[in-house]
């Protein structure tokens, strides 16, 4: 068995209840993805605060300008993600 702490452990709770909670609200496993063309699709990174808008430009995920923070395109490590429709 693994020692870990009190504090680690809610937060391993935590992570597992909100990655089943996206489930449950539709989204996908990044290792699941199907490409719609010329579509963009909301992702997921680890250490994402909010979803992004992305896009998949054949072997890799980028993401949308952001005009509400001025964040460029850059690639995306996306662990989950939903399409819009």
Known sequence: MY???DEENEATLALCQAYHRLKHLGWKD???FEPKVDAPFLGVELDSLRPIEC???GD???TLKDD???????EADLIMFRHYS
């Open 30 to 32: 990044i290792a699941d």
């Open 3 to 5: 020692l870990i702490t």
């Open 60 to 62: 890799i995920f980028v």
């Open 68 to 74: 509400d923070t001025g964040e460029d395109v850059r």
């Open 55 to 57: 896009e998949y430009e």
